[in-house]
């Protein structure tokens, strides 16, 4: 999309016709990544109405420009994240502090995204799920709900100098961590061809075939993260 194009769309996402329930584009661009990241592919008619609320019925002509651009937003946020090229993060500054830039609205919107499909995250990943929390940790660091969670439940939490230096490199690695995500489900949803077994299966307690000396299910038979 062009800045032209953008413009017009944080425009009338913030005009009267919404009511003030449209998203903002910070928070719309974390929760398109979403998305189109997912396991499974949601159609524009659920994840539109989360995005622009209740429209006023007499806009019907503005409505369709912002559908048509919202279109536009998700088409180049897909390609960016297909074809590793990537695209320039939306960040607004902070309400208590404009010179700052709220990462956690749009990991807000990000989060969010996830949510709105039939198939739970988490549940769709399966043996992977411990390989998911590791990926989304930073989007949960960044939106303040790892620090919620663990001062809710009087758990130890960081200083305030390893904090922030946890966040400062959240922010740096949050667009690596959206192509991780991306591609994370992308391998999950891709059919796998069979393998066909060249050599006699090694018992889970027999001696590695690696000569690592180790038994089978401690060294090469040893479960593995999805990457």
């Known amino acids: ?9 944080e425009n009338l996402l913030s005009s009267d016709i919404f ?15 979403a998305v189109a990241s997912g396991p499974e592919t949601i159609p524009p008619s659920v994840w539109l109405p989360e995005i622009l609320g209740a429209p ?9 420009k912002t559908i048509a651009l919202l279109m536009r937003f998700y ?7 297909t074809d590793n ?10 309400e208590n502090d404009p010179e700052q830039l709220d990462y956690a609205a749009w990991c807000d919107g990000y989060i969010y995204g996830s949510q709105i499909g039939e198939v739970n995250w988490f549940e769709a990943a399966g043996e992977y799920a411990a390989d998911l929390s590791e990926k989304m940790e930073g989007m949960f660091l960044l939106n303040g709900m790892l620090k919620e969670d663990a001062l809710k439940h009087k758990e130890p939490w960081l200083s ?25 489900w992308l391998s999950l949803r891709t059919p796998q061809m069979p393998v ?4 006699p299966k ?3 307690n027999e001696t590695c075939p690696c000569g690592s000396g180790k038994k089978f299910k401690e060294c090469c038979g040893k479960e593995q993260l999805l990457h």
């Open 196 to 199: 066909r077994r060249e050599s």
């Open 19 to 33: 009511n003030d329930e449209a998203m903002t584009l910070d928070t719309l661009q974390g929760f398109l990544c």
């Open 85 to 94: 090229t990537g695209f320039d993060l939306i960040l607004y500054g902070q």
């Open 56 to 64: 006023v019925a007499e806009s019907s002509a503005q409505v369709q």
């Open 1 to 9: 999309m062009t800045e032209q194009e953008l413009d017009q769309l």
């Open 75 to 81: 088409d180049s946020i897909v390609s960016g994240l």
């Open 160 to 184: 305030e100098k390893e904090e922030q230096k946890a966040l400062a490199q959240a922010e740096e690695n949050l667009p690596d961590t959206l192509g991780a995500l991306f591609h994370f």
């Open 202 to 204: 090694v018992g889970r």
